[in-house]
């Protein structure tokens, strides 16, 4: 009799830690990133023929203060997931615990073509970088969508795009790539 409610317990002890682990593995917060109107606060919301502009809004204040430097960058929809660098990229400069911070990529060559955007850090030392977020999928951990099937921005020769906002981690361990 002991001895059976011994099994019992430690199979009830098991089944217990392990759905506490599964539990714990999950997405606790889903975040949206479909505003009714656009958010015009980045002061320069005019869009310039091969710009693309937005603002990105960090979920936390974990980042990292050395070491390298956060960036807004673009790849060609083609060069997705990114092998190389990207084709236009723009530093955000991380000041205090400021959430919020506008951005404007430009350089892009002549084409009509659709790109993916994605927030990483870019290590001073080299080696792979974190992205913590890619545009349509942002802090989404789903390999379907941020790898697979991303948002992408369309510019061509003749009109940009504008508010592009996204929402990015800042804490580098919790990557999406």
């Known amino acids: 009799m002991k001895k ?3 099994n019992h317990f430690m199979l009830f002890a098991f089944v217990a830690i ?5 539990n714990s593995c ?18 320069d919301t005019t869009v310039t023929n091969l710009h693309i502009k937005g603002k990105i809004t960090f979920v936390d204040t974990n980042f990292v203060r050395s070491g390298g430097v956060y960036l807004i960058s673009a790849y060609p929809r083609g060069g997705w997931p990114p ?10 400069r991380i000041s205090g615990n400021n959430l919020e911070y506008c951005y404007d990529l430009g350089g892009f060559p002549s084409l009509d073509t659709t790109y ?19 545009y ?5 951990h789903q390999v379907s969508c941020w790898l697979m ?11 940009g795009a504008r508010y592009i906002n996204m929402i990015s981690w800042a804490d580098t361990s919790k990557k999406v790539y």
């Open 18 to 22: 392990l759905g506490i682990m599964i």
């Open 26 to 43: 999950g997405e606790d917060t889903i975040i949206s990133n479909n505003p009714s109107t656009p958010d015009t606060s980045c002061a």
């Open 136 to 140: 349509g999928c942002d802090t989404s």
């Open 83 to 92: 092998l190389g660098g990207p084709i236009s990229y723009d530093t955000v």
């Open 4 to 6: 059976t409610f011994l």
């Open 116 to 134: 993916v955007l994605s927030v990483g850090f870019r290590k001073s030392a080299g080696g792979q970088s974190p992205v913590m977020s890619v």
């Open 149 to 159: 099937n991303p948002t992408t921005v369309r510019i061509s020769p003749t009109s």
